[in-house]
Nanobody, 121 residues
Framework: QVHVTESGGGLVQAGGSLRLSCVAPWTSFGAYAMAWFRQAPGKDREFVVVTGTGGRTSYAESVEGRFTISRDGAKKTVYLQMNNLKPEDTAVYFC???????????????WGQGTQVTVSS
C-alpha cells in the first residue's frame, strides 16, 4: 500500500525551530509533488508548502521566509524546516503527495496521519 509517514513534531517555545520529516518509501517518489498542510483546533485544513520535480516550490504567505521544504531523493524523504516559530503555527501537520503541484488539498490522495506541533509563548 502506498503511504507516507510524518515525524518530528513536538513542543517548542516561540522563536524556536523544528524539522519535520515525511517518508514516502516507493520508487517513483521523485515524480510526485509533496506537500505540507496543517490543521489547528477548530480550523480548516490549511496549505503550508508544496515542492515538485526539480525543486519547484510554493509557500503559503504565512510561512514564507520562515519555513523551508527540501527533498532527499536517496532517502525518499521530504523535510520541512520551521524556523522562528510562532504560536499561530500550532497545529497538526500533515504530509501529502499527488501528481501535480497544487495548493488545494483535493489534489492530494495520499496522506500521513499527522504530527503535532505546539508553539508556546
Amino acid at each position: 500500500q502506498v503511504h507516507v509517514t510524518e515525524s518530528g513534531g513536538g513542543l517548542v517555545q516561540a522563536g524556536g525551530s523544528l524539522r519535520l520529516s515525511c517518508v514516502a518509501p516507493w520508487t517513483s517518489f521523485g515524480a510526485y509533488a509533496m506537500a505540507w498542510f496543517r490543521q489547528a483546533p477548530g480550523k480548516d485544513r490549511e496549505f503550508v508548502v508544496v515542492t515538485g520535480t526539480g525543486g519547484r516550490t510554493s509557500y503559503a504567505e504565512s510561512v514564507e521566509g520562515r519555513f523551508t521544504i527540501s527533498r532527499d531523493g536517496a532517502k525518499k524523504t521530504v523535510y520541512l524546516q520551521m524556523n522562528n516559530l510562532k504560536p499561530e503555527d500550532t497545529a497538526v501537520y500533515f504530509c501529502a503527495t499527488g501528481p501535480i503541484i497544487s495548493r488545494d488539498s483535493s489534489a492530494y490522495k495520499i496522506w500521513g496521519q499527522g504530527t503535532q506541533v505546539t508553539v508556546s509563548s
